[in-house]
């Protein structure tokens, strides 16, 4: 499941902007979300948060291995974490 940092606007219609935000490795949902200032107030903003805990407060959207030096992942994982930002987005 996603955890989530959301600024929603009292008022919103179906044509209303949203900015959904998605961290990179080793990061979270707080790191991106300190930037929602800096969005027009009407857009609704979304930080998203995979749960793959990497310690320490440091999350991923799907296992990586960089211990070979480069990064290291398998395709299913990545297609695994694809979905569920669509679904969260549905």
Not at 2 to 20: A, D, Q
Not at 57 to 65: C, N
Not at 69 to 89: C, H, W
Request: proline share 6%.
């Amino acid at each position: 499941m996603i955890t989530s940092l959301s600024r929603i606007p009292s008022h919103t219609t179906e044509k209303s902007k949203c900015i959904i935000m998605l961290h990179g490795i080793l990061s979270n949902e707080a790191d991106l979300f300190a930037l929602e200032a800096n969005f027009p107030k009407e857009y609704s903003v979304f930080s998203l948060r995979w749960p793959f805990d990497l310690g320490g407060g440091r999350y991923a959207w799907f296992p990586v291995d960089f211990s070979t030096g480069k990064p290291v992942y398998q395709t299913i994982d990545v297609e695994r974490g694809y979905k569920s930002i669509i679904a969260y987005i549905r």
